[in-house]
């Protein structure tokens, strides 16, 4: 009896711990989806695509990961506002794009003028480019562009106007 008693204590403490990471912000990771999820999911729920290119050996994406994408604000908004997509421009492997076309990931980057890593770039639940973020971008930055977008304010100021304003 004791040991069923210890059993369903620490279950029930790893249950409330699982939880509690879950739904901690401190704890989620931004929600990652390959492009044909993000196109299937924006058919239902409109929201606009944030493409991340990168290359595994990369020491600046290496930072965005670790200095940028990994701060509680960050995650919420992209989680929040967009439809992430990791894009690894060295993969082989095929993916079907806006226009329908078939590409390697490596030729995708090409057709879409992406010249280094980091690169991301925010496309309209529409499929419109919004705009390109080439290279590092702190996070303070980062959040700056992300909100303009995801908040849709990109429609009514520049982003200029928008950071003179105070976000």
């Known amino acids: 009896m004791k040991i069923l008693i210890l059993l369903f204590t620490i ?13 901690n912000p401190k704890f989620q990771k931004i929600k990652w989806i390959s492009l044909k999820k ?27 990961d670790k200095k940028v994408f990994h701060k509680k604000k960050v995650k919420k908004i ?7 997509v990791k894009i690894n421009i060295e993969g082989n492997k095929t993916v079907k794009f806006f226009n329908g076309k078939i590409y390697s990931k490596k030729l995708l980057s090409v057709k879409l003028n992406v010249m280094g890593t ?31 977008i995801g908040k849709k304010k ?14």
């Open 78 to 84: 992209i989680n929040n506002y967009f439809y992430p």
């Open 38 to 64: 993000a196109v299937f999911l924006n058919n239902k729920y409109k929201k606009p695509f944030f493409l991340e290119f990168y290359a595994p050996y990369c020491d600046y994406c290496i930072q965005m």
């Open 118 to 148: 980091p690169t991301a770039i925010f496309y309209s639940s529409g499929f419109k480019k919004i705009f390109t973020l080439p290279g590092y971008w702190n996070e303070d930055d980062f959040i700056l562009v992300a909100r303009w």
């Open 11 to 23: 279950f029930n403490f790893l249950f409330i711990q699982n939880v509690y990471a879950q739904n």
């Open 154 to 167: 990109y429609k009514v100021e520049s982003l200029r106007k928008y950071y003179k304003r105070g976000k």
